[in-house]
């Protein structure tokens, strides 16, 4: 029998070091509660072959009307921030225009009831449910769309901006763009090189807006949350290797550049130049507005072979190492790599928050992602010991809830939700990270208010 690894207690790292979980909007709250427009993802998953099962986040984990319990959970986990996303279909059910008052009581309540808890409000704006009505109109690839983000920015942050602890306009730009427009895996579900390069532009500059608007409110602690994956050459050929760098143009590079050095990588530009909207190079001024921090998600790599066909010529080759219920590579040095590269090459002294990492897994016994989250939370040691300026670090997630494409299949859940009941139990993981994360009172002192 392995032993399975300690979890790192809060003394193990930095005084003031933060740790939390995180969920998303549509994800949890049950998107036909509480006066909400439609979203495209409601149509995406009526569309068959979309989603498994057809699932959509109708219902999902009814946290609309259970987030007082919720909230609960986040704080006996002893978690010191909780990272929830504002749905802009709650608040502006058409996208534009007249603002649904029971969306914005709704975050009023969530966020006085975290504070009431002890727990820092770090809201994030957008993750991925687009109003219909904004779909309609070509959604990400519609050049209004920075416009409209930034009215819905007005909107929602005018309401709790004045006691969130941080915000993030946009949730893995990388998804919104070439996951949803390019790979067709997420809503609008397109298969389309200058979508995909439209929505990666637009949601870059409306990210910019954001930042923007929510200065002028004096809103404090910015950042941009980005996903990032490693990409391995399948093998040591010269072909191969160009393959992986071109993936990691798209992926990692097509969002970091932009917001910290205000260009394109060129490896992405030689596929995409002629698919951006006119007047891009312009853009860059908005889209580098100074942030706070930065917030990495990470959760594994891929392996990347040349492939014959249209840039950008690679396909997926298949994991050499252990996965995760879902096929996902365990890879946690990678997190380390990304740590420290980040901060070399793009953000320097800036704080850095690991916003997401988890596992998908069954099981209320979970010793497989104590087992992950001990080993990344060693890797994120390894880069802190660096000097890499890491401050917290999120679980993905607090509960198992709607996993986009794969419906309610894939629990990444620290606590078990059955979607008969709706009964929350917390898991192992769940336990195990309470008494990490618990406050000594000697070493940590007091929590922080
Ligand atoms: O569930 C998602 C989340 O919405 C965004 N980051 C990755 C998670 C796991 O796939």
Redesign the pocket.
């Known amino acids: 029998m392995t032993s399975m690894p300690a979890l790192p207690p809060r003394s193990a790292f930095p005084q003031g070091f933060l740790f939390g979980t995180a969920t ?1 909007a549509y ?1 949890i709250e049950g998107h036909r509660f509480g006066g909400a427009g439609r979203t495209h993802w409601d149509s995406f998953a009526a569309t068959p072959g979309n989603v498994a099962g057809a699932e959509d986040g109708a219902l999902a984990c009814d946290h609309y009307h259970r987030w007082a319990e919720d909230l609960d959970l986040v704080a006996a986990l002893n978690a010191d921030v909780y990272r929830f996303s504002t749905s802009w279909a709650r608040v502006m059910p058409e996208g534009t225009g007249p603002v649904n008052p029971q969306g914005l009581d709704f975050y009023d309540r969530l966020v006085d009831g975290m504070l009431a808890r002890g727990l820092k409000p770090a809201v994030t704006l957008y ?2 449910e687009l109003p219909q009505a904004l779909a309609d109109r070509g959604g990400w690839r519609n050049a209004d769309m920075p416009d409209w983000f930034a009215e819905f920015t007005q909107a929602v942050m005018a309401r709790i901006g004045d006691r969130v602890w941080s915000a993030a306009p946009v ?2 730009p990388w ?1 919104v763009a070439w996951l949803s427009h390019f790979e067709g895996h997420h809503a609008p579900g397109l298969r389309d090189i200058r979508a995909a390069a439209r929505a990666m532009h637009h949601v870059l500059l409306a990210h910019g807006r954001s930042i923007g608007v929510m200065r002028d409110l004096g809103i404090k602690n910015l950042g941009a949350v980005v ?1 990032l994956e490693g990409a391995t050459p399948a093998s040591d050929t010269a072909e191969d290797h160009a393959a992986a760098d071109r993936r990691d143009a798209i992926y990692n590079r097509a969002f970091l550049e932009p917001l910290f050095l205000g260009r394109y990588p060129e490896a992405l530009l030689e596929g995409i130049a002629s698919h951006l909207p006119d007047g891009w190079q312009d853009d860059f001024d908005t889209i580098r507005a100074p942030v706070d921090w930065i917030g990495v ?1 990470y ?1 594994t790599r891929r392996r990347i072979a040349a492939a014959p066909g249209a840039w950008p010529g690679y396909a997926e080759a298949p994991p050499r190492g252990p996965c995760t219920g879902i096929g996902w590579e365990i890879h946690p040095e990678g997190l380390t790599d990304f740590l420290r590269r980040v901060a070399r090459d793009y953000s320097g002294d800036l704080p850095i928050l690991v916003t ?1 990492n988890g596992m998908a897994g069954d099981g209320l016994t979970d010793s497989a992602r104590i087992t992950y989250l001990a080993a990344h939370l060693q890797a994120l040691r390894t880069a802190i010991a660096e000097g890499v300026p890491v401050t917290g670090y999120f679980v ?2 607090l509960m198992d809830n709607y ?2 494409a794969l419906g309610y299949a894939a629990r ?1 859940g620290l606590v078990h939700v059955d979607f008969e009941s709706l009964a929350r139990h917390p898991k192992a993981s769940y336990q195990a990270l309470a008494r990490a994360w618990a406050r000594d009172g000697l070493a940590n002192g007091p929590k922080a208010p």
Do not use: L, M
């Open positions: 998303s994800q993750h991925w949730n893995e998804c996903n998600n959760y997401e993905w997630s996993e986009w990444f």
